[in-house]
């Protein structure tokens, strides 16, 4: 048991000494240039709750029982603070706080005349917010390594733009509201790509497509 515990501690201790690697991507083209754009993201490797804690405990000392403890804690006061209204700092690590929505069966609020106010029932929290403290993105730094790893490019549609505005409308007539992902699976685009057309086909009043609501809760409909 103690040969396979060390054998495992020791293949964890390789894995950490392993380069990252990053992946070109190519990126949608949104100011216009007429030239391929790009960027680059790290390929993520999975580490467990457990291998945090194993590397915590041979690292710093401590026992597993007592990192495990103190994490829980972090966590559990951090989500009161949060849910208390307090923008939580830790130093060396970063900024939290929570961030809002609306419950996902109701349309953002607006403040054009007319528009019903929402109660405080009908907003949540919606998702956490956090901003990394710049030591620990200095620290990150320092310590990575990277490897070319492959390139990602864009998925490109099959039909052009006309074709596309045309599957939309069609699409609308038949079911009064389109997501996003609606729009990839009628056009081929990629996410990222299809979002940022919808977005410019709702401000051009000739394509007959609008936007109601904001972010998640945003749909996009026919024009009247």
């Known amino acids: 048991m103690v040969v396979l515990k060390t054998f495992a ?48 405990h041979r690292e710093g000392g401590m026992d597993e029982s007592q990192i495990l403890g103190a994490l829980s804690l972090v ?26 929505g609306v419950r996902d069966d109701m349309l953002q609020d607006a403040f054009e005349k007319g528009e019903t106010s929402r109660n405080a029932q009908s907003i949540i929290v919606k998702g956490v917010s956090y901003r990394a403290d710049k030591d620990l993105i200095r620290k990150t730094s320092c310590n990575c390594t990277l490897e070319r790893g492959g390139e990602s490019r864009l998925k490109k549609s099959p039909f052009t733009l006309e074709e596309r505005i045309r599957k ?48 998640s809760q945003k749909v996009y409909i026919l024009r009247p």
């Open 75 to 100: 966590s559990e006061k951090l989500a009161l603070c949060m849910a208390e209204g307090f923008s939580v700092k830790l130093d060396g690590i970063g900024t939290f706080n929570a961030r809002l």
């Open 168 to 215: 939309a409308c069609e699409f609308l007539k038949v079911n009064h509201f389109m997501k996003v992902p609606d729009y990839v699976q009628l056009t081929g685009l990629s996410r990222t790509t299809a979002a940022e057309e919808l977005r410019k086909l709702a401000l051009d009043p000739s394509t007959g497509i609008t936007s109601r609501g904001d972010r």
């Open 9 to 56: 501690i020791f293949t964890f201790s390789r894995q950490l000494t392993m380069h990252a690697k990053y992946i070109k991507r190519e990126i949608p083209d949104l100011n216009g240039t007429g030239r391929t754009q790009a960027c680059y993201k790290m390929e993520l490797t999975p580490m467990t709750f457990q291998d945090f804690v194993t590397l915590c």
